[in-house]
């Protein structure tokens, strides 16, 4: 075992490389963006992100889920960040995002100090992305070089969520088209789909799997059964009780393959997690996950890196904000 261990670990390696250089050749991003304008950049975020993870755990999901929020929509141009205003209602604000999106405040404790020792240089959207990066380290994931240079947008419409962001409902072949129109591959879905590893999710979400329209018990016959009665006492019958979120695998606080493992044993919690297993190729791709975890950690690290790259603005292109909720006047 111990002969085989830094074997194991080199060839994840090569891959991760091979996989993050290949991504970054073709982008107007760059690794060290900010060596000569603001060198302790990312330090001051990750100080920033361990500090509010060492208090509430939760955040390290939340904040993965933002850039992945943020990027689907408009891209990652921190649009996520955007307040709503009397005349327009922000991404943050619609129903896929409220409450269930948090750590906004991780976010705004990071631009402040930035905008201390290098006023106008770090845009809000570098800082969502090194945050998710930070978070699944903090998290047990692996770390991985993060390409900056992007620039915030002005708009954020919560009407462009719908056929932007997957909702849990969708089936494989809905979420495989979704995320080939973002320019993933079926397999990078299947791999970033194993981001609900971490964080727990509000009943809504998954209710249709335990009652049905009329709120009368039914029985999902792709549940395990024990765990569907597990739901069911975690989210009694008709309750809208906000405060209650349950746990999307049994690990919800570490970045590891139970996702998978759950999946293969019918307590996937979403129709969109057991939705991998209705396609043999799909089903294969669980499967592969979690066999092998430390490999699935270096797919997800280089496929977060290729959505961090997608349709960011860059050079003269959107603005740098003071104030992340904020566009500037």
Known sequence: MIKMRPSKLSLVSVILSVLLFSQCVLSQLQVGFYKDTCRLVEFIVKEEVVKAIIKDRGLAAALMRMHFHDCFVRGCDASILLDSTP???????????????????????????????????????????????????????????????????????????????????????????M????????????????????????????????????????????????????????????????????????????????????ILANRGLFTSDHTLLTSPATANQVAENAKNPIQWKAKFAAAMVKMGQLDVLTGSEGEIRANCRVIKS
């Open 179 to 262: 995320f080939a129109n973002k320019g993933f591959t079926q397999e990078e879905m299947v791999t970033l789909s194993g981001g609900h590893t971490l964080g727990r999710s509000h009943c809504s979400s998954f209710s249709d799997r335990l009652y049905n329209f009329s709120g009368t018990l039914k029985q999902d016959a792709s549940l395990d059964p024990t765990y569907a009665a597990k739901l069911k006492q975690q989210c009694p019958q008709g309750s809208m009780d906000p405060n209650v979120v349950v746990p999307m695998t049994s690990t919800p606080s570490i970045a590891d393959a139970g996702y998978y493992i759950d």
């Open 87 to 177: 005349s327009s209602i922000a991404e943050k604000d619609s129903f896929a995002n409220n409450p269930s999106l948090r750590g906004y405040e991780v976010i705004d404790n990071a631009k402040a100090r930035l905008e201390v020792v290098c006023k106008g240089v770090v845009s809000c959207a570098d800082i969502v992305a090194f945050a998710a990066r930070d978070s699944i380290e903090m998290a047990g994931g692996l770390g991985y070089d993060v390409p900056a240079g992007r620039r915030d947008g002005r708009t954020s419409l919560a009407s462009e969520i719908i056929g932007n962001l997957p909702p849990p409902t969708f089936n494989v072949d809905q979420l495989t088209q």
